[in-house]
């Protein structure tokens, strides 16, 4: 053998180890957006249909890579072997290679449909129904309003949800095809612009989870987050009722110059929704009157803490490369309006504040 040979054989064996040991870190359940630590019936389902399908493939591999090396084997080509006897079909063999797959694909079918149709119906269609809205590249999650009117307390990029508990979502996009994706919990469902979808999930154990967008939808689809908070139903309840409360009335003096900075010349106003202001009714980013009560911010990117607020408002992009607020705001496109450092410390005391 050559050195090249040598040298490429070595490089493949090192790729297949490579390989098998990201496919092995990979499957580790303890990973936090890992499909193997399943939480959830519908995660469940999901988990149980995959080792199904894994284990019929195995099998499949395993008959037909047998024969294959048998075949290698016991007809190999030995010195002085005339030239073997020339056939054109073997009919048996053609009906057998031809019915077995159609009899795997059909023991497959079942657990599969099973699958779909227990994930497409919701077992409590009258429990709590939550409306998801993507957007690029934030989460909106609309709940009903606790006091039973028409209304909705609306929240971003944490969806809380009651523990053991059936939750109905009904999926919608404003702007491309995203992805609702919670791995613990449930497997994607497509958000699609003008064709809401629906899901149920249902998580056992109280604790956050991670969710993302699963379909590309832009520059910072990567980006685009967010948490699931599963808490006791006390808890959840009292959440809700905080949520549907107007915003905290600023007292401290650099908080009230940052909310006339916000609700005037920094226009933040144009694009977010602070409940009880009468000017910021903005709809193209998500709801800030709760903020300071999220335990993140950029759609799950940094942890909510005022250093981390404070370089989003100084350099959004550097936060979160392509996000809209960077590209469209005034405040980072006009020189003029750009923002002073007593200008962001303002707004970082009045957004602080809303909790």
């Not at 149709?117 to 077992?123: Q, T």
């Not at 939808?217 to 009722?241: K, T, Y």
Request: charged content about 20%.
């Amino acid at each position: 053998m050559s050195k090249i040979d040598r040298y490429s054989s070595r490089l493949v064996t090192v790729g297949l180890a490579v390989l098998l040991v990201l496919l092995a870190v990979g499957c580790t359940p303890e990973h936090n957006q890992s499909t193997f630590d399943a939480t959830g019936p519908v995660a469940r389902s999901q988990l149980n249909l995959f080792y199904w399908i894994l284990w019929t493939a195995v099998f499949v591999f395993v008959v037909v890579g047998g024969i294959l090396i048998y075949a290698a084997i016991r007809f190999r080509r030995k010195p002085g072997d005339p030239d073997p006897e020339q056939t054109h079909g073997n009919t048996p063999l053609e009906i057998g290679w031809t019915v077995a797959p159609a009899l795997i694909l059909a023991v497959v079918a079942v657990p599969t449909v099973t699958t779909i149709f227990y994930n497409a119906n919701s077992p409590d269609p009258g429990s709590l129904t939550i409306d998801v809205v993507g957007h690029q590249w934030w989460w909106e999650f609309n709940y009903p309003h606790p006091d039973g009117s028409d209304s909705v307390v609306t929240a971003a990029n944490e969806l809380h949800i009651p523990v053991d508990e059936v939750i109905n979502i009904n999926l919608d996009s404003k702007d491309v095809l995203h992805s609702f994706w919670i791995p613990k919990i449930a497997g994607k469902v497509d958000l699609v612009p003008n064709h809401p979808n629906q899901m149920w999930i249902l998580a056992e154990e109280p604790g956050e989870y991670y969710g993302q967008c699963a379909e590309f939808c832009g520059v910072a689809h990567a980006n685009m987050r967010f948490r699931v908070i599963a808490q006791s139903r006390p808890e959840f309840d009292a959440w809700l009722s905080t949520q549907a409360q107007d915003a905290v009335e600023p007292i401290d003096p650099l908080a009230l110059r940052g909310k006339a900075l916000f609700e005037g010349d920094a226009r933040c106003w144009s694009c977010h929704t602070v409940a009880g202001s009468k000017r910021a009714r903005g709809q193209q980013g998500p709801d800030l009157t709760h903020v300071a009560s999220r335990a993140h911010l950029a759609a799950g990117i940094v942890e909510n803490t005022q250093a981390n607020l404070r370089k989003w408002l100084e350099d959004p992009d550097a936060v979160k490369p392509g996000n809209l607020m960077a590209r469209d705001a005034e405040v980072y496109n006009d020189p003029v309006r750009e923002l002073t450092g007593a200008d962001v410390s303002a707004l970082v005391a009045y957004l602080r504040g809303l909790d």
